[in-house]
């Protein structure tokens, strides 16, 4: 069983910064790609940022600049950094691993959601 746990949401003011961190525990292979999306009330789910198993990264226009992700690949830990912040960068952020696991196969798994509200 493999399960990812977010950590590092809440309120800020805008132009603040937020860390928030995603850790993948359970029976492990390997993992391709991870990744961060987000939901904002009313509207569709997005990406955010991504970044690939050789460290290449993608962002959404909207955060590039602003936002940086990173992983650690001995924690199968995913980082979104998360600068300059915008109150539309409110939104619930969803992280995202496509994890190779020993008893299932390649397969996506999400967390469990966290809240990050931009607002003074």
């Known amino acids: 069983q493999v399960q990812l746990v977010e950590s590092g949401g809440g309120l800020v003011q805008p132009g603040g910064s937020l860390r928030l961190s995603c850790a993948a525990s359970?029976?492990?292979?390997?993992?391709?790609?991870m990744g961060w999306y987000r939901q904002a009330p009313g509207k569709q789910r997005e990406l955010a940022a991504a970044?690939?198993?050789?460290?290449?990264?993608n962002y959404a226009d909207s955060v590039k600049g602003r936002f940086t992700i990173s992983r650690d690949n001995a924690k199968n830990t995913v980082y979104l950094q998360m600068n300059s912040l915008k109150p539309e960068d409110t939104a619930v952020y969803y992280c995202?691993?496509?994890?190779?696991?020993?008893?299932?196969?390649?397969?996506?798994?999400w967390g469990q959601g966290s809240q990050v509200t931009v607002s003074s």
């Open positions: 970044i690939a198993s050789d460290g290449s990264t």
């Open positions: 995202y691993a496509k994890i190779l696991s020993v008893t299932v196969g390649f397969n996506d798994y």
């Open positions: 359970g029976s492990i292979f390997s993992i391709k790609t």
